[in-house]
């Protein structure tokens, strides 16, 4: 099992939003970051390990950013 950490910035920070174990991969984390990030920018890291990270949208069309930083 890995530890994960998924945090996010509400305008004050970082804070934590999930810490645990679960059996997931890198992989895992980074396809499903993109669904939290509609109101916040989050960070994900497994094992210690920044993994991945997302921008909110902005903009009337904008779209959530995902940048991996583990490849």
């Known amino acids: 099992m ?3 950490r998924i945090e996010l910035d509400r305008g004050n920070g970082w804070e934590v939003r ?3 174990h679960a059996n997931v991969t890198a992989d895992d984390l ?3 970051a993109i ?3 509609i109101s916040y920018p989050h960070r994900f890291f497994l094992d210690g390990v920044l ?3 997302t ?3 902005h903009g009337l069309r ?3 950013r995902l940048t991996r ?3």
């Open 69 to 71: 930083h583990d490849a």
């Open 51 to 53: 993994v991945a990270s």
């Open 2 to 4: 890995a530890h994960i």
């Open 55 to 57: 921008a909110r949208p």
């Open 35 to 37: 669904g939290y990030s």
């Open 62 to 64: 904008g779209k959530a």
């Open 18 to 20: 999930q810490d645990g």
């Open 30 to 32: 980074a396809a499903s």
